[in-house]
């Protein structure tokens, strides 16, 4: 079970503005490590969209941007459009846990 | 163009073995951290195993300490596990993933990942 809860499911229409979710505790986020986010396309491997909270890898659109404050992150995707339909996940580092990363519960988005 | 590729993933009984593979290329394979990430049916993401690139720091997932071992070929830029007493909720798509760590950034995390290979325990 995770310890990062992300909403199962958010939607919008195209050119809507949706936000997600990453909710830790204090050996996570709020211990002030990084968030990263991924998003995962139906049937494929998973894929590095923002890191560092809000650094985008090349290739990545602007419309993807990412914030984090006190124990929870989010990643704000602004003028949905179609591809955008897809799985994401937050991922940090649990001061908790073994193997200190870990990932968040996954959010899928849908497009209207 | 950085390239993982996994195999070794296929059918196992309850209590089985199986090793899995990720050949690496693109990048210099011996400066950089592995980990595996495996996908349950339908379910979420979940960190397996991490190694270091000299293979002297190796991190497990609480649920499979003790039964996995990862492990790496430097000569054959190749990333291994090995997995032991395998159960039924180990089945999953396995992926390999390289990990990063970049000046100003706290946590890790993985800029590429393979295409994943799928285990399935059952008998």
Redesign the interface.
């Known amino acids: 079970q ?1 310890v990062l809860t992300q909403p199962p499911s958010v939607s919008g229409a195209p050119g809507q503005r949706v936000t997600i979710s990453c909710t830790g505790s204090s050996s996570n986020i709020g211990a ?5 986010w ?1 998003q995962q396309l139906p049937d494929k ?4 969209l923002l ?2 909270n809000n ?1 985008r ?1 090349s290739g990545v659109p602007d419309r993807f941007s990412g914030s984090k404050s006190g124990t929870s992150a989010s990643l704000d995707i602004s003028g949905l459009q179609v591809e955008d339909e897809a799985d994401y ?1 937050c ?3 649990d001061n908790s ?10 959010t899928k988005v849908t497009v209207l | 163009e950085i390239q993982l590729l996994e195999s070794g993933g296929g059918l196992v009984q309850p209590g089985g073995s199986r090793r899995l593979s990720c050949a690496a290329s693109g990048f210099t394979f011996s400066n950089q951290g592995m980990s595996w990430v495996r996908q349950t049916p339908g379910k979420g993401l979940e960190w397996v195993a991490g190694i270091n690139g000299n293979s002297v720091i190796r991190n497990y997932a609480d649920s499979v300490k003790g039964r996995f071992t990862v492990s790496r070929d430097n000569s054959k830029n190749t990333l291994f596990l090995q997995m032991n007493s395998l159960r039924a909720d180990d089945t999953a798509v396995y992926y390999c993933a390289r990990r990063v760590t970049v000046f100003g950034v706290l946590t890790p995390f993985f800029d590429d990942w393979g295409q994943g290979t799928r285990v399935t325990v059952s008998s």
């Open positions: 995770s002030g490590y990084d968030v990263h991924y491997a998973p894929k590095l890191y560092g650094n890898p996940y991922q940090s580092y846990l073994s193997g200190f990363s870990v990932f968040g519960t996954g």
